[in-house]
Nanobody, 127 residues
Framework: QVQLVESGGGLVQAGGSLRLSCATSGRTFSTNDVAWFRQAPGKEREFVSAIRLTVDSTMYVDSVKGRFTISRNNAKDTVYLQMNSLKPEDTAVYYC????????????????????WGQGTQVTVSS
């Protein structure tokens, strides 16, 4: 099993920044893709960003490109999501997810493609 714990959420004014962390533990060698999703009240869970740990390949949803940056610290088994220029529409519960990617596969934006999930951290951006 792999455990994921998110942290770093909070309340911030529009234009501000937050850095989310996703600490992984357990059988971390069994995963190589980590992603961030978010879910706002009354909306479906939405892909935000993903990273392949072995080659540093990344992917972002268009709405966060240029504002959010995903990165990793393999020594700490932690993935980060640096969020700058935050907007009220970024308000959501943010979840990290992980999987062992199938051979020759690309990063995926599908929530169903990930096997392990954290409990989420709330991000609230005030206008």
């Amino acid at each position: 099993q792999v455990q994921l714990v998110e942290s770093g959420g909070g309340l911030v004014q529009a234009g501000g920044s937050l850095r989310l962390s996703c600490a992984t533990s357990g059988r971390t060698f069994s995963t190589n893709d980590v992603a961030w999703f978010r879910q706002a009240p009354g909306k479906e869970r939405e892909f935000v960003s993903a990273i392949r740990l072995t080659v540093d390949s990344t992917m972002y949803v268009d709405s966060v490109k240029g504002r959010f940056t995903i990165s990793r610290n393999n020594a700490k088994d932690t993935v980060y999501l640096q969020m700058n220029s935050l907007k009220p529409e970024d308000t959501a519960v943010y979840y990290c997810a992980a999987r062992k990617s199938p051979p020759l596969s690309l990063l995926t934006t599908r929530a169903g493609g990930y096997d392990y999930w954290g409990q989420g951290t709330q991000v609230t951006v005030s206008s």
